[in-house]
T-cell receptor
């Protein structure tokens, strides 16, 4: 079982909706990540939080808004998305300053109608 | 930016056969990681490599960190049906420990 938990597992939303994806980890990791993965493609980095502060934003459109309320939680707020934003959204965590060993959740499958 | 190319892109093998796949980069990496991803699931870490030339095993899996630091290899011995999935290499380079770049993936199918 993964130690990174993502909810919901599936989400369908319209282009005018506001929704959120949630991620939780209890491994004591202080770096948390959002990745986006399209079908048959590798995961692509979106955001990185280190010690609850946003440290990397890979030029992601503002309709995606990340939030890290505490060291265990990571949210991704979604608003005014486009159909091309449909993808698997993966949350991951790692030890701060570690050698890059990311531990992933099972992902949230997002469909935008 | 850094790009990782994996080969082969896909492969069909008979159960019991050994499998080899590799990953090459245009840049030097400090850490190489190998992940397996099942359909609809997140990637699961298989092996992590930290030094050039390092050879590490995890059960039937063996991976190597290339001497040039621009490539890595993964071997699976005596394949079984549950080995089916997509295998991704990933590298952490000079962009900082947080910048982990994923390879293009190798889709493995095992014929019982």
């Amino acid at each position: 079982d993964t130690e990174v938990t993502q909810t919901p597992k599936h989400l369908v939303m319209g282009m005018t909706n506001k929704k959120s994806l949630k991620c939780e980890q209890h491994m004591g990791h202080r770096a948390m990540y959002w990745y986006k993965q399209k079908a048959k493609k590798p995961p692509e980095l979106m955001f990185v939080y280190s010690y609850e502060k946003l440290s990397i934003n890979e030029s992601v459109p503002s309709r995606f808004s990340p939030e890290c309320p505490n060291s265990s939680l990571l949210n991704l707020h979604l608003h005014a998305l486009q159909p091309e934003d449909s993808a698997l959204y993966l949350c991951a965590s790692s030890q701060f300053g570690g050698p890059g060993e990311l531990f992933f959740g099972e992902g949230s499958r997002l469909t935008v109608l | 930016g850094q790009q990782l190319n994996q080969s082969p892109q896909s492969m069909f093998i008979q159960e019991g056969e050994d499998v080899s796949m590799n990953c090459t980069s245009s840049s030097i990496f400090n850490t190489w990681l190998w992940y397996k991803q099942d359909p609809g699931e997140g990637p699961v870490l298989l092996i992590a490599l930290y030094k050039a030339g390092e050879l590490t095993s995890n059960g039937r899996l063996t991976a190597q960190f290339g001497i040039t630091r621009k490539d890595s290899f993964l071997n699976i011995s005596a394949s079984i049906p549950s080995d089916v999935g997509i295998y991704f290499c990933a590298g952490q380079g000079s962009g900082g420990y947080q910048k982990v770049t994923f390879g293009t993936g190798t889709k493995l199918q095992v014929i019982p």
